[in-house]
């Protein structure tokens, strides 16, 4: 990095240096993490401010982008919870706001905290372990049973089953109070969230600061997930496990750390649909048959991971998993029920439990809680009430009472009288809560710093060395002053956390070191999801770009308006009947005009077939699968689809309207170029080019027969020829204008050219013959046959006897041919509705 | 008494189905004053998977596996069961029911049929403020629990409307609530969220009444019917006690039951997933005799 902007004087950099401080004042009656109350900065965040202040207020901004760019390439999203638009799901999807100054901790403090957590995690396994086996500690009366049965996440299924409830990976989500104690504010065991991001924080800013990660030694995030995956592995019986990392899908608010978890820790990315249990064994459904799974890194809530045994109405999970749990043929992390513990209704008894299972003193509190299931704590809630916050005592399950905390103070006499009779009606549903004072640290805003209320999420993980603390975190920023609360719903910023240490940190990456490394050219398996996603993604751009193509011989001969070649409103007609047949345009009314159906097929995504509506398509396809795309791939589809996206204000003439298509299919082109040239010639790659040359086969079929007949006019075969971009090839050829035959061979059974259907089926071909094989008796598999038939076909047809009925025969021997491909290769009945859960009673 | 039990369950499907996994609830249970003297299920198509187990709750559960493409679904289970229950206690000599409130929320113990298994709202037995306000009249201050119990039952055959045609496995009891009517699965669920919505501990049960066909007619074959009612808790010593709001009835030696737990859906007789396309008709037969 260029130390350019940072030959400044010390005036001036103390000039900059108060400039962002100027407007800096801890809120009162709240600690704040950059300065203490008396205004002097607490000596850790020195040298933070120190870079800061040397660089220049553009040098600043530039390091800011650096940031945000990092951001974007990735593609860092997440979405806002019941935020979603079902038909548009990617709509949702926010940019990940980063707070470009990081929580700047000693070493000294991380001890602390590290020790804290690693303790709380121990403790809430050991009680996890006791409520799932033995209940010594319910019999014992150190827990009330009733704390533990509201909860949603309490799995009866797996009472006394191996391994439920075990924590494999654990978060605390930490506050800290006014005195400068750091509090446990809300327990993390069912799935925790915010590794990934904290992964991304380091990386953007690491990018924006490279110079500071040294100067300061701040301690490394890699090691911590080592540990995790090293936990993960020890976990499993065989010695080179498959881990797969189960999602909810990309409908999820943490869609996208799942996926980048998956690709960072080398796991396997896979739904509940991926996944199948047979004979006690978990398997992955790939396009080489079943292949077993020894791990499953569950990010679904337990209760929604067997619709068989839990939650019938799951269509997330994989039914049977819990046998296969029982049988202990599948090891699932955390264990299935370890949600029961983030109750709040259990954080009151957390000292005494731990005085209890280990024998120790909390080394960092949980704020004071009082369950209202017991005749004490409910007279002690209700004697408080108005200085206090009332939260339900267990996650809301939807049906239930209107969930979510409330401050007592901020309610009004009559709600607070509501609340009131509902404790002492049902006081088990509730807990009563000391009101949390948070800390403050820097936002930039407008230029200078400025301290707003943060909470601190701490990871732990379960390692074949013991609980292994993350040295960093996912801090959570408010945009408002207010300090009693920080959701992470809307207007909240993430911040990288720096923990410091005095001397030099050692380096550590998840790479191992390079002798050990055994080569490898095809990596893994490709599970049939992801094969079905890839391949429809092919089909997908390919009926995009027919589309585009169509639109644009159609405009193209619009424009030229004053031609008279004979045949020229003959053509126009079939380039206009086609866009309907497609489905890109509606049916016409009378008298629509055609540059308005032309536009149709461009942007209405009401038309199912028109390029907006596969773009969009392609889209929700490849967001599916984003773990195995680039980043620049990835681009290219928002790209597409805002050049697709229609203009505002009066409809696009019919020469603008050709500009678009055409530019469209430039992009397109860079994404075949990207394809051929960058993707791994791997099953993926066979897939989505399967896809491609299917669709395409079918496309040049369709507009065969739609304008070769006997008596076709030269125009219209002119029209073809430019829709399957063989225009010059055709020129070269033959010196005189287009006629049939020729022009029948050159797009259907000329090997030689790419657009023919002919070098699509020789393609299709080679690629097929390449995928797995699952039969050991020597027979042709379906695919593999229906490649035959239709290589021998096209090689042995001639251009004189082809009309519209054999050209029908190909196009229909290659939807078969994708038909058979799906039936083998892909989930059942994946295509059109998705497969079928259907419950029975 | 002993009753020799048939049940049959038949799924036609208009296409073959590929796979199907599903879960089975049917085959009776014992305890209570309930004694299984014998049991069978046979599964059409033959050659299934089966894995018989029992559930958290207690219930006996059948796991079946088609591997192979099928267009019919045919469970048939039949049992002989012995019922002689206790006779329930005299109502007003039951303990107040705020006592009964405070004692379960004090349960040591995360048994099936400890009362904190009972004590929350379930999916199907949500907390619907009307219904605890409609419960709450007939629980008075320190009125003794069982006695008032069976007061709410008998308002809800009083005041509810009995109608087949009128709600579905998934309407929400809300609905079923606020128009009073439904069917028994409706009647158990409403008196559950009531007694809950209270603090006390309340189970669902289902199983089979015996139908005494009017005098002089035969019964009729196949025309018996599965039936659900509920389970309240009535403090250490007088425990569990059936109750069921469709009849207006203790429970005692006319009821039989398959399985116990927090609602339907710990119960539903039938619970999977199948694979493919295509529809499914549902066909039903019980019967009930009494052997002596």
Not at chain 1, 196 to 213: H, K, S, T, V
Not at chain 1, 615 to 631: D, G
Request: aromatic share 8%; charged share 25%; hydrophobic share 40%.
């Amino acid at each position: 990095m260029a130390l350019q902007g940072r030959s400044s004087s010390t005036r001036v950099r103390n000039e900059r240096r108060n400039a962002l401080l100027s407007g800096y004042r801890p809120l009162p009656g709240a600690y704040d993490e950059l300065m203490a109350a008396d205004g002097t900065i607490r000596p850790q965040w020195e040298p933070f401010l120190a870079e800061w202040s040397a660089l220049t207020s553009d040098e600043l901004q530039r390091r800011f982008g650096l940031a945000d760019r990092h951001v974007r390439d990735t593609g860092v999203s997440y979405r806002v919870h019941g935020d979603l638009d079902e038909n548009d799901p990617l709509a949702s999807e926010r940019a990940w706001p980063l707070n470009h100054a990081p929580l700047v901790l000693t070493g000294q403090e991380w001890k602390t905290i590290a020790a804290g957590v690693a303790q709380r995690a121990q403790l809430l396994d050991s009680v996890l372990g006791d409520i799932y086996g033995p209940g010594r500690l319910i019999a014992g009366g150190a827990l009330p049973a009733a704390a533990i049965t509201g909860s949603p996440d309490y799995l009866r299924p797996v009472q006394g089953v191996t391994g439920a409830g075990q924590l494999q990976i654990y978060a605390a989500d930490l506050g800290r109070g006014p005195d400068g104690r750091w509090w446990v504010l809300n327990d993390r065991t069912q799935a925790p969230s915010g590794a990934g991001y904290a992964l991304e924080n380091r990386l953007a800013i690491g990018r924006a600061f490279p110079d500071l990660f040294r100067t300061m030694n701040v301690e490394r995030l890699a090691a911590f997930f080592q540990g995790f995956r090293a936990g993960l592995v020890a976990r499993a019986k065989r010695v080179e496990p498959r881990i797969c990392l189960l999602t909810p899908g990309q409908l999820n608010e943490s869609y996208f750390e799942q996926a980048y978890l998956a690709r960072y820790l080398g796991f396997l990315l896979v739904e509940g649909g991926d996944l199948v249990m047979r004979d006690g064994l978990v398997h992955v459904r790939t396009i080489a048959g079943f292949k077993r799974a020894d791990v499953i890194w569950r990010r679904i809530d337990g209760d929604f991971a067997d619709p068989l045994e839990l939650n019938a109405r799951s269509a997330l999970g994989v039914p049977g998993l819990v046998e296969a749990v029982r049988a202990e043929n599948v090891v699932v992390a955390n264990g299935l029920g370890s949600g029961v513990i983030e109750a709040r209704a259990l954080m009151g008894f957390m000292p005494k439990l731990a005085r209890e299972v280990l024998g120790e003193e909390l080394i960092l509190p949980n704020i004071a809680t009082w369950w209202c299931g017991q005749p004490r704590e409910r007279g002690i809630v209700l004697d408080r009430l108005n200085e206090m916050s009332v939260s339900p005592a267990f996650r809301a399950t939807g049906d239930g009472l209107d969930g979510g905390t409330v401050l007592v103070a901020d309610l009004d006499r009559n709600e607070r009288e509501v609340l009131r009779t509902r404790i002492t009606e049902r006081g088990l549903d509730h807990v009563g809560q000391e009101v949390v004072r948070l800390s403050t640290m820097p936002v930039m805003q407008g230029g200078r710093l400025e301290p707003r209320p943060m909470t601190l999420r701490v990871f732990a993980a379960a390692t074949p060395d013991g609980w292994q603390v993350m040295p960093g975190g996912f801090c959570r920023v408010s945009d408002e002053s207010d300090a009693r609360a920080v959701t992470m719903r809307s207007g909240v910023r993430s911040s990288d956390v720096w923990v410091t240490s005095d001397q030099p940190v050692e380096q550590v990456t998840l790479l191992p070191s390079p002798d050990r490394i055994p080569i490898r050219r095809i990596v893994g398996i490709l599970p049939s999801r992801a094969a079905d996603n890839l391949f429809w993604l092919g089909r997908y751009l390919e009926r995009s770009e027919a589309t585009l193509r169509l639109v644009r011989a159609l405009l193209g001969r619009l424009i030229n308006a004053d031609d008279q070649a004979p045949g020229h409103a003959e053509t126009i007609k079939r380039l206009a009947n086609l866009l309907v047949a497609w489905g890109a345009a509606p049916a016409t009314p009378k008298g629509r005009p055609i540059a308005a159906q032309a536009r149709s097929a461009l942007h209405d995504i009401e038309q199912y077939g028109s390029a907006a509506a596969s773009v969009r398509e392609a889209r929700r396809t490849a967001s599916v699968i984003r773990e195995r795309l680039s980043v620049d791939a990835w681009r290219l589809f928002g790209d597409l689809q805002r050049q697709l996206a229609a203009p505002p204000g009066k409809p696009t003439s019919e020469g603008e309207a050709f500009e678009i298509a055409d530019t469209a299919l430039k992009s397109l082109a860079a994404f075949s170029g990207l394809s051929q040239e960058n993707m791994v010639r791997g099953a993926g790659w066979r897939f989505l080019d399967i896809g491609r040359r299917i669709e395409r086969g079918v496309t040049t079929c369709r507009f065969a027969r739609h304008f070769i007949e006997n008596d076709a006019p030269g125009n219209c075969l002119d029209a073809l020829l430019d829709l399957t971009d063989s225009q010059i090839t055709y020129r070269s050829r033959y010196m005189l204008g287009a006629s049939l035959q020729p022009v029948l061979d050159l797009v259907m059974l000329d090997p030689y050219n790419p657009r023919s259907v002919a070098f699509q089926v020789e393609q299709l071909d080679a690629e097929i013959a390449a995928l797995p094989s699952l039969n050991d008796d020597g027979m042709l598999e379906e695919p593999r046959r229906l490649a035959l038939k239709l290589a021998a076909e096209s090689r042995t047809a001639e251009a004189s006897r082809l009309d519209r009925t054999s050209v029908l025969f190909f196009e229909q021997l290659l939807m078969g041919l994708s038909n058979a491909v799906a039936e083998r290769y892909f989930l059942q009945n994946s295509r059109p509705e998705g497969s079928r859960m259907t419950r029975l009673a | 008494m002993i009753y020799d039990i048939r049940h049959l369950t038949a799924y036609a499907y208009s296409r073959p189905v590929p796979f199907a996994r599903c879960m089975l609830r049917v085959l009776p249970r014992d305890g209570a004053g309930q004694r299984v003297l014998t049991s069978k299920l046979s599964v059409t198509p033959r050659g299934a998977e089966r894995n018989d187990g029992i559930c958290f709750f207690g219930n006996r559960t059948t796991t079946l596996t088609i591997a192979r493409p099928h267009r019919e679904l045919r469970i048939e289970m039949t049992s002989r069961v012995e019922v002689t229950r206790p006779a329930a206690p005299f109502p007003a000599l039951t303990r107040q029911w705020e006592e009964v409130v405070e004692l379960a929320l004090k349960a040591q113990s995360l048994a099936p049929d400890s009362p904190a298994q009972y004590l929350y709202p379930s999916r199907l037995a949500p907390t619907v403020p009307e219904i605890t306000d409609y419960a709450r009249r007939s629980f008075p201050a320190r009125r003794p629990v069982f006695e008032a119990a069976c007061e709410l039952m008998a308002r809800i055959r009083k005041e509810f409307r009995y109608d087949p045609e009128a709600t579905e496995v998934a309407t929400p009891i809300r609905e079923a609530f606020a128009a009073r009517h439904g069917v028994c699965q409706d009647f158990a669920h409403i008196m559950i969220a009531g007694l809950r919505g209270l603090g006390l501990p309340a189970a669902y049960v289902s199983g089979y009444l015996r139908t005494i066909p009017p005098p002089g007619q035969a019964r009729l074959e196949g025309a018996d019917a599965t039936h659900a009612w509920v389970m309240a808790w009535t403090g250490p010593g007088t425990g569990w006690i059936g109750l069921d709001p469709t009849n207006d009835l203790i429970v005692a030696d006319d009821h039989i039951v398959t399985a116990t737990g927090r609602d339907y859906a710990d119960v539903s007789p039938l619970d999977g997933v199948l694979v493919g396309p295509g529809s499914q008709k549902l066909d039903v037969k019980v019967d009930v005799i009494p052997v002596i």
